[in-house]
Structures are given as structure tokens and as C-alpha cells.
């Protein structure tokens, strides 16, 4: 006899698991149905209003309140939040960043969805560390520490793919943890950047 699911439940199970945000498979897996009855339950519930898809394969809850960067987190693995979207989050810098910025062992791509823009940017293996878990609206994200959002940023500024902005604000930032996460992209250009950048901010402000 095959299962028969039924909406309330559906959605009160998905919430109580923590899975407001799921593929597929672990929508049959939760709910122990064939592939063929989940894939027909999503779709109806899109349909419906039940669900919202956010990208192929990965689907969320239309009425949770899950945090942006959580959805980051989720939404392509592995991740974590980092470059201007978390330099804004430690007020690094000033600005409120439009689309949600990662960075991921994977290749860099781009999601554009109901919720936000997702951005991904690709690093080595070597370089994904410096971050975690911190909770946020009641949630946990994995999110770079400021000194490695930081490092993370510099490094694609040097490679020429960000463009600097002016307004940095290092008042918070640990220089020498700074310079630990700079040295693992292993790049002298980068290290002269950083120097070139605190010795900028010790000149006087110019008044106009």
C-alpha cells in the first residue's frame, strides 16, 4: 500500500527535523516513500504553494524564516559565507551587500532565486578554513572569521576578479591573524597588498 502524505504533516515533520531547506532524496528518506510519490508530492506542493523551489534538486518551505546565509550554507556544499557578505556582517565594510557571497571548494557559480542571489566563489582546499559555526536568527552558519573574510576578499582583489573598496574598516581586525590566513594562499603579491593597504590607512584623512 503506497503512503499517503498529507500536507500539515508534511510540513510539521520537515520543521521538527530542521530540513525547511531539502533534496529530493532526503525527502524520501524523511518520509521512507518511493522516489515516484515524493517527486509527484513536490511538485503538486510547488504548485500549491507548499514549497519553493530554489534551485534544481533543492527545494525549502515557502512560509520558514530560514536566514539567508543558512540558505548559503545549504544551498551549495561545501560552503561557507564569507568575502563581502560577511565583511558587511563585522561591519568591515560599510555597505548592505545585495547578493549573499561564498566561498566553496567547488566550481564558482551563481543562483539566482525567490529568496536572493547566491554567490560562489571557487578557492583551493587548502585555503577553505577559517570559519564557524556561528547562530544566527536561530539558525547555524558556517561563516568566516573576519580576519579570513577579510583574507578571502584581498586574495580575489589580487587576483583581480573585486575591485578594493576605499573604505575598509580594520579597527576590529588582528593584524597578525590576518597575515596567518594571508599566508596560506601562499601569493607575495597579496602579502604586498596587505602592507600597502595598512600603511594607506595610517596617512591622514584629507579634508575637502
Known sequence: ????????????????????????????????IPPKTGSVFISRNLKSGLFLKLRNNYYM???????????????????YVSLESALSYYGIIPEVVYAVTSVTTKPTREF???????????????????????TIEGSVVLL?????????????????????????????IRKEKLLEFIGIFQRESLLKKVKEIYAQQRQPRKIY
Open 1 to 32: 500500500m503506497v503512503k499517503k502524505l498529507n500536507r500539515i504533516q508534511v510540513q510539521e515533520k520537515l520543521k521538527n527535523s530542521g530540513l525547511v531547506i531539502f533534496t529530493p532524496r532526503e525527502f524520501y528518506d524523511i518520509f521512507d
Open 61 to 79: 518551505l515557502k512560509d520558514s524564516h530560514s536566514p539567508l546565509y543558512s540558505i548559503a550554507n545549504k544551498l551549495y556544499q561545501p560552503s
Open 144 to 172: 568566516a572569521e573576519p580576519e579570513k573574510a577579510l583574507a578571502d576578499y584581498l586574495y580575489f582583489v589580487d587576483l583581480k576578479k573585486a575591485s578594493l573598496n576605499d573604505r575598509l574598516n580594520l579597527k576590529n
Open 112 to 134: 539566482t532565486t525567490p529568496k536572493s542571489v547566491f554567490s560562489y566563489q571557487r578557492i583551493k582546499q587548502n585555503v577553505f578554513a577559517g570559519y564557524s559555526p556561528v
